[in-house]
Structure formats: structure tokens, C-alpha cells
């Protein structure tokens, strides 16, 4: 009897010992993979494109311009004017890519009487620096402080257009500075509910350095809005766009949905209908009639 209870103490000793070599294989696992997300959490937000062709390839008339930061990087762009501009539209690319894949919707807005900046951030199209929450709003700052100052534009016309990650990029530099109007297309709610949203496993929100916390920004919104979300949308739930949406102060405000488009359609790029509704909200703003 005393050797069965030996063998079946030994026993369980040496199940416990499994267990809890399991239970440190598991944290250890756990503890790299938190610390992998931790240290190349930029690489999952930010995929910059630096082959950027000359303008003259892509848009014709377009020019090619460089500007300053306030922490002294050079950013690369491209001015497109109209040849009668209602105003000028800065644009805030998403997370992929340069300015050249917005080529399509510069031009179609200045077809439409609205003349174009196409810039890249810091780390994309070819410049130097490496994207950061902090560092994005100061190249915005930048791109601003270049429209004001040339000669034809007018300061008290300029509007913003921001997709996606550009979205939260260009709320953030509206509410700072108001432009005239402001488009956000499949814009977040904040980039901790998208990583929930990707990646429920981890706990995002601790993990973040780049919060773009727009849900918490828009309530001190003080400009026209138009907001755009594609109703099959991969990437930005849709939920998210009509909730920033909701938030934003009452006045003049519109959402506009594209009930078939997902996030990379061409038809959330620059697609007739989202031309159209944008640059006729520009219009309105810009003619007074959607005064707050």
C-alpha cells in the first residue's frame, strides 16, 4: 500500500512538473510574441513606397515641390493647379504607398475646379525620417504652412481630404487649425479599436505608441464635415466611420456611404460618385452655405 502511494505521489509530482513546464513554455511564448508586437508594432501601421516616378509621368501638369518641418526634415510633393481653383485640397495619404497612387483622385479634382497637394510623409515617396504619430501631424503642419505661402492659393480656401490613416492624420491638423471644409474617407475611430478589431489576441491598447485617438478629437471639431465609408470595408469597419461621424459636432456635417465598396476599391479612391459628393460639399462649404 505505502509503494502505491509513493508511485502515485511520484505521479502527480511529475504530472504537476508538466504542467507547469507547459504553463512556462506558454508565458515565454506569450512574453515574445508581446514583445515582437512591441518592437515592430510601425511595421505593422506604416507601409511606405519609396519609387516614386516624376510628375511629369504621372500627372502632366503637375509640379514638383519640396517644404520644411518644424523639426527640419524636406518632404517631397506635388502641386497640381486648376486652372480656375475654388480653392486647394490637401491631401492626406493613408498608410501605403506615395503620393502617386493618389495620382487618380488629384487629378479628377482638379479636372473639377479645385487645385491639388500631394505630399508624403516622413519614411514615404523617397524621404528622409521614419513615420510617427507626432512626426505625421508636423509634416501636415508643413504641407499647410507651403499652400499658405504660395502666391496662388488662397490661405481661407484651403480644404482637407484624409483617407483612412490620413483620416486621423488630417482631423488631428483640423482640429489644431480649421480648414475651410474637411473630407475624412474610412476614417477610425481610434487605431487601438482597429488593432482590436485585426488582432483581438492582443491588448492593443497597451501596446500602442501611435494612438490617433480621433473619436476623442472630433468632439472639438469646428468645420464643415463630409465623412465617407465603404460599406464592405476590410480594413475600417464601417461602424467606426458612422460612429466619428455621430460625434462630431452638430452643424454642418454630412456621411456618405458606398454600400459596395471595400477599403482599396478604386470607387473610395476617386471614384464619379465620391468626386462628385466631395466636391460639390467643397463647393457649399466654401460658398458659406454650410456655415456652422
Not at 515574445?32 to 502632366?60: H, N, T
Not at 519640396?66 to 510633393?77: C, S
Not at 506615395?98 to 479634382?109: E, V
Not at 462630431?248 to 471595400?262: I, N
Request: with cysteine.
Amino acid at each position: 500500500m505505502a509503494a502505491n502511494q509513493g508511485w502515485a505521489r511520484g505521479r502527480d509530482s511529475f504530472e504537476m512538473r508538466q504542467v507547469m513546464n507547459l504553463l512556462g513554455l506558454l508565458i515565454a511564448a506569450a512574453v515574445l510574441i508581446l514583445g515582437l508586437a512591441w518592437a515592430f508594432q510601425r511595421k505593422l501601421i506604416y507601409f511606405p513606397d519609396g519609387d516614386v516616378p516624376p510628375a511629369g509621368r504621372v500627372l502632366p501638369m503637375a509640379s514638383e515641390v519640396t517644404f520644411r518641418t518644424e523639426d527640419g526634415l524636406e518632404l517631397k510633393g506635388w502641386f497640381l493647379p486648376a486652372a480656375d481653383p475654388a480653392g486647394a485640397v490637401l491631401v492626406f495619404n493613408g498608410n501605403a504607398g506615395n503620393r502617386s497612387f493618389r495620382a487618380p483622385l488629384a487629378a479628377a479634382l482638379a479636372e473639377s475646379g479645385f487645385s491639388v497637394l500631394l505630399f508624403d510623409y516622413r519614411g514615404y515617396g523617397g524621404n528622409p525620417g521614419r513615420p510617427t504619430e507626432v512626426g505625421l501631424l508636423a509634416d501636415a503642419r508643413g504641407a499647410r504652412a507651403y499652400l499658405e505661402d504660395r502666391g496662388d492659393v488662397d490661405p481661407a480656401r484651403i480644404v482637407y481630404f484624409g483617407e483612412s490613416l490620413g483620416a486621423a492624420v488630417a482631423l488631428a491638423a483640423a482640429v489644431e487649425r480649421p480648414p475651410a471644409a474637411l473630407v475624412l474617407r474610412s476614417p477610425f475611430t481610434s487605431m487601438a479599436d482597429v488593432g482590436k478589431h485585426h488582432y483581438p489576441f492582443l491588448p492593443v491598447g497597451l501596446l500602442l505608441r501611435d494612438r490617433y485617438p480621433s473619436l476623442e478629437r472630433v468632439g472639438h471639431l469646428d468645420c464643415p464635415l463630409l465623412v465617407i465609408a465603404g460599406g464592405r470595408d476590410t480594413i475600417v469597419p464601417p461602424s467606426q466611420s458612422r460612429a466619428l461621424f455621430e460625434a462630431a459636432p452638430s452643424g454642418f456635417k454630412r456621411f456618405l456611404p458606398l454600400p459596395g465598396a471595400d477599403h482599396n476599391d478604386f470607387e473610395l479612391l476617386a471614384g464619379p460618385e465620391l468626386i462628385n459628393e466631395v466636391t460639390h460639399f467643397f463647393r457649399l462649404a466654401l460658398e458659406g452655405k454650410g456655415a456652422r
